[in-house]
């Protein structure tokens, strides 16, 4: 009997040269958009530690021989009587509470139009999501007409209660209760006699922390970084944000070119104060998407 032997097939170097190409391009181009995003950090951080006349002077990207970045962090903040440390207790109490009250109404809405059926849920799921579209500079003069008929125009609550409502929230609490919190989790609860506020406020919100991280995160870098409405709402310096304090101070620049340096440190405070709480939370988003959940 004769036995014929197959030769074994030879493997394609293609395809995993072109898997190794393609890995490479996507590695270029996100150390690309890694530079190009934190360039504009490293500008700021080190502007800040020159002197008003080093800031024009000296290459861009680099300290110069005398940084002053003590000094420019005492002037920042006695300038105009301290007004700086206002402005930056403001954006956080503006972005802070707008923030926690967006994640809990995001949170308890997207979990509603999720786990309960009622007459017109898509239809209330697809307004609330075409607001994600709607751009805020239309919504900004109605929201000032409507918020002056109550008196509420030139207070903190101006800012406050429209920083309360994120349709983007919404929407990702919805789509990560539909992934993260089973239905026969809640069955049993009910079966248990759990009532339906108990099994929010207790189950449902520790399986969707990381979707509720990210809604807070997302709504306090959105407030603290607007402009728009803070100048539309308020006319009184001790009630600006930092967007809207510097915004001031640099339109001074021409009359006193010591407000560059002013306006250049308060950045780099701001910018420094977001990237201490992404980092402070960034543990939250590194939790398993379905911690708790039953596995079948």
């Not at 069955?187 to 929010?200: K, N, Q, S, Y």
Request: hydrophobic share 55%; net charge positive.
């Amino acid at each position: 009997m004769v036995t014929t032997q197959v030769p074994a097939p030879r493997r394609r170097r293609g395809g995993r040269e072109g898997t190794v190409s393609g890995a490479t391009a996507v590695n270029v181009v996100l150390v690309v958009a890694t530079i190009y995003f934190l360039l504009p950090l490293v500008w700021v951080l080190v502007a800040a530690t020159k002197s008003p006349g080093d800031l024009f002077s000296s290459f861009g990207l680099w300290f110069s021989d005398s940084p002053q970045a003590w000094e420019n962090l005492v002037t920042l903040f006695t300038q105009d009587g301290g007004i700086f440390t206002r402005w930056v207790l403001n954006s956080i109490l503006y972005s802070g509470a707008g923030a926690l009250v967006a994640m809990v109404l995001s949170a308890a809405c997207g979990y509603a139009i999720a786990k309960y059926s009622f007459w017109g849920r898509e239809a209330l799921f697809s307004t609330i999501l075409g607001g994600v579209l709607v751009p805020a500079t239309v919504i900004a003069l109605p929201l000032y007409f409507l918020l002056n008929t109550v008196g509420l125009t030139g207070t903190y609550w101006a800012v406050l209660l429209p920083s309360m409502v994120s349709p983007f929230g919404v929407y990702l609490a919805r789509i990560h209760a539909n992934a993260s919190v089973p239905d026969e989790i809640i069955e049993a609860a009910r079966i248990d006699g759990a009532g339906d506020l108990r099994i929010f406020a207790t189950m449902a919100v520790r399986m969707m922390s990381p979707a509720l991280v990210t809604i807070f995160l997302f709504q306090f870098v959105t407030i603290w970084n607007n402009y728009l409405l803070p100048l539309v709402m308020l006319n009184d310096t001790k009630t600006f944000p930092v967007t809207l304090g510097l915004t001031l101070w640099n339109s001074q620049t021409q009359r006193d070119p010591m407000f560059y340096q002013l306006v250049v440190t308060g950045s780099a405070v701001s910018a420094v104060l977001l990237v201490v709480l992404m980092v402070a939370m960034q543990r939250f988003w590194r939790a398993d998407l379905t911690a708790g959940a039953t596995k079948g």
